[in-house]
């Protein structure tokens, strides 16, 4: 029986997979620290609902991640400070994140985390390391669902230019 047949936990995972999982582990520590501010800064009760589950899905990327990367003998990345809390109003209004901005960034947030669930995917032999990024891929898909919907019903959207159709010339 060769190296990787058997048990994907026994099979050792190779340069690509270790740093998709430890860069998927730094990321997701980036989020938590990114969206408490945004938590802290947003108003609307719908945007920060979904901060605040961006918040959850990341600390449970992090132990999950961290749990790979412990099982095969590798270091997790390192552990950022938990923000202090702050009210809203004590937030002066030239440095604080509106709600729009912050909707924005978290669906580029969801756009770029696709693609990288995507790669990683694609780049696993390890069928629990793919399994994992397929996880969190869907996941990332019902939040960019979410987030759509929540923009469009805000009027936060901001779209491309449309295709407009023009009548035919006669």
């Not at 609307?44 to 961290?66: H, N, P, T, V």
């Not at 412990?70 to 009210?87: F, H, Q």
Request: hydrophobic fraction near 40%; charged fraction near 25%; include cysteine.
């Amino acid at each position: 029986m060769g190296i990787l047949n058997g048990n994907p936990k026994d099979e050792p995972m190779h340069y690509g997979e270790i740093n998709s999982v430890w860069q998927g582990s730094m990321v997701a520590r980036g989020a938590v620290s990114c969206y408490q501010a945004f938590l802290y800064h947003a108003g609307d009760k719908d945007l920060k609902k979904i901060l605040g589950d961006l918040i959850d899905q990341a600390k449970l990327e992090i132990k999950e991640f961290d749990k790979l990367l412990s099982d095969n003998g590798l270091a997790p990345a390192p552990i950022m400070p938990e923000r202090p809390p702050v009210k809203l109003e004590d937030i002066p209004a030239g440095a604080r994140f509106t709600d729009p901005e912050i909707a924005a960034k978290i669906a580029a947030d969801i756009s770029v985390g696709l693609v990288a669930c995507s790669q990683a995917m694609g780049q696993s032999i390890r069928v629990d390391v793919g399994a994992l990024f397929a996880k969190y891929h869907l996941t990332l898909t019902g939040f960019g669902v979410r987030i759509l919907q929540m923009n469009k019903e805000k009027g936060w959207l901001i779209p491309p230019p449309l295709q407009v159709k023009r009548p035919e010339s006669k």
